[in-house]
């Protein structure tokens, strides 16, 4: 079984950074497409970002393109979210996703992704 943990999040002003980490226990994720989701009140669980098992190709909804990087280190076993420029729509839970059998580019539904963490809150004011 895997045990995703995310961590970084916070209230945060228009125009701010944040950084969210999430680790990994139980398995190994270096084979593993790590992604990131969001979920706001009242809406559906989106997709945000993902990274490939080696980190060399990255995949963005267009909401973030430019301003969210993602990145990991399989030596840690943990994958990052660094989000700039941040703007109150961004507001939301924000959650760490992995399995087994994805493919690329990743899908933005989150029914294929089969390990969750219990996500962290990302609030940003305006």
């Known amino acids: 079984q895997v045990q995703l943990v995310e961590s970084g999040g916070g209230l945060v002003q228009a125009g701010g950074s944040l950084r969210l980490s999430c680790a990994a226990s139980g398995r190994t994720l270096g084979w593993y497409i790590m992604g990131w989701f969001r979920q706001a009140p009242g809406q559906e669980r989106e997709f945000v970002a993902a990274?490939?098992?080696?980190?060399?190709?990255?995949y963005y909804a267009d909401s973030v393109k430019g301003r969210f990087t993602i990145s990991r280190d399989n030596a840690k076993n943990t994958v990052y979210l660094q989000m700039n420029s941040l703007k109150p729509e961004d507001t939301g839970h924000y959650y760490c996703?992995?399995?087994?059998?994805?493919?690329?580019?990743?899908?933005?539904?989150?029914?294929?992704?089969?390990?969750w963490g219990q996500g962290t809150q990302v609030t940003v004011s305006s």
């Open positions: 996703a992995s399995g087994p059998g994805l493919s690329w580019p990743p899908p933005a539904s989150d029914r294929p992704w089969n390990y």
């Open positions: 990274i490939s098992w080696s980190g060399s190709a990255t």
